[in-house]
């Protein structure tokens, strides 16, 4: 039996998903990591061979029967319906078999009775098959208008800014969600190529209209802003001039973390601003160096509490190296003792990575391997490599 996506009404022999896909320079989440594993397909079939062999071999009779309804059931839940319907009359088949071979069918009223239980448990699979996959499609659509609304929202950077390549990961702690408060941008600008990534204080619509608002800003300041000092400036105060528009709370508490960044059109050298922001990294061959800054910068959002924004810094980009900017998704991931993941000590001796999206699946894959399980924050991650030679590929 082929693995069944429960967001449509047809079988896919596609695996499950990973939770991300690439798309264009960067990778968002698919709807192909909502598919039940391939394995569970086979659950329905091992249930109705075991409930045959319970039956044939326990020293009491039929009483592998509670297995045999059990399969239907499950089979309703999980399969495509043609594969309910086959497993509803495997059942009542292997149950006249055995009725059979015991030598009941010459009492017909209890033969007919016990498989009218059978095909009947068959109709309720059935129906719990039709509920499944109806709101398996509304929850599609759901996902479908989620999807649109963060391709407006936070469209992927492009995927090559003169020297530099750029690959960028959008993970939402739950497969359901699409979007969230996480944000990254990239822009060619007079002063060479902008980036931003960012974490909103908050979470739901809230947090993704001021997402909204702050990639929006970013997009207009990045190339009229003669510095970051005064890119981050703008920011905040479009941040601000949102905030008034909102509940007392949000006005009081609100903020965002944010590092912006400045590389120049040579690509010798990388400027960075942190607002509170966790640091980045700069991953050359196989060393990993943390980009931590000086003077560490209030978020943006916080300029009321009279604190100067700090002043930039200036870190060399050697050719081939590539710098990794976070979200508090990857650097706040514990593992089952509680401790966090450090990207710095996990990522070092893994190079030398070609190409910024290598550094994104090494990271993803290995954060997922320090979990263990599903994670409690969305996490964005950016990378950036300066490439040594033409435009390249995946």
């Known amino acids: 039996m082929a693995a069944y996506d429960p967001f449509s009404d047809t079988d896919t022999d596609a695996d499950a998903g990973t939770g991300w896909r690439v798309s264009g320079s960067g990778m968002r989440m698919g709807p192909s990591s909502t598919r039940w594993p391939r394995y569970v397909s086979f659950l329905p079939t091992a249930m109705i061979v075991g409930g045959i062999l319970w039956n044939l071999l326990s020293p009491r009779e039929y009483w592998g029967d509670y297995l045999l ?43 007919a ?107 207009v300041e990045a190339d009229q802003a003669p510095d970051l000092a005064e890119l981050a400036r703008q920011l905040e105060r479009a941040l601000l001039k949102e905030g008034a528009r909102r509940e007392e709370e949000i006005q009081l508490e609100g903020f965002v973390t944010a590092l912006l960044g400045e590389i120049p059109p040579d690509a010798d050298e990388v400027r960075l601003l942190n607002c509170g922001h966790p640091a980045p990294y700069l ?16 978020p943006l959002g916080m300029s009321g509490l009279g604190v100067p ?36 000590d996990r990522l070092r001796g893994r190079g030398p990575f070609r190409q910024p999206h290598q550094v994104i699946d090494t990271l993803v894959r290995d ?16 990378a950036l490599t300066r490439t040594t030679g033409g435009p390249t590929g995946r």
Do not use: C
């Open 69 to 111: 309804v059990a399969a239907v059931t499950v089979a309703g839940a999980l399969l495509s319906l043609r594969h309910t319907i086959v497993a509803a009359v495997a059942v009542v088949v292997v149950e006249a078999a055995l009725l059979f071979a015991g030598g009941y069918l010459g009492n017909v009223t209890a033969t």
């Open 113 to 219: 009775i016990e498989l009218a239980n059978l095909a009947f448990t068959g109709l309720i699979a059935v129906g719990v098959n039709r509920v499944v996959a109806r709101h398996g499609r509304r929850l599609a659509t759901v996902r479908s208008v989620a999807e649109a609304a963060q391709w407006a929202v936070l469209p992927p950077p492009p995927a090559r800014v003169g020297p530099l390549a750029v690959a960028a990961l959008y993970k939402a702690a739950q497969i359901e969600a699409l979007i969230g408060g996480d944000a990254y941008a990239v822009q060619d600008t007079p002063y060479g190529t902008r980036l931003l990534i960012a974490d909103v204080r908050g979470k739901g619509m809230g947090a993704v209209g001021v997402v909204a608002v702050l990639i929006g800003a970013f997009r």
């Open 283 to 298: 991953l050359d061959g196989g060393s990993v160096a943390t980009l931590e800054p000086g003077e560490p910068g209030h």
């Open 309 to 344: 924004q700090a002043a930039p810094e200036t870190w060399p980009l050697p050719p081939g190296s590539t710098l990794l900017l976070v979200t508090d998704g990857v650097t706040e991931a514990r593992d089952r003792t509680g401790a966090f993941y450090e990207p710095a």
């Open 367 to 382: 954060v997922e391997r320090w979990t263990g399980g599903p994670r409690d924050d969305d996490m964005a991650i950016l």
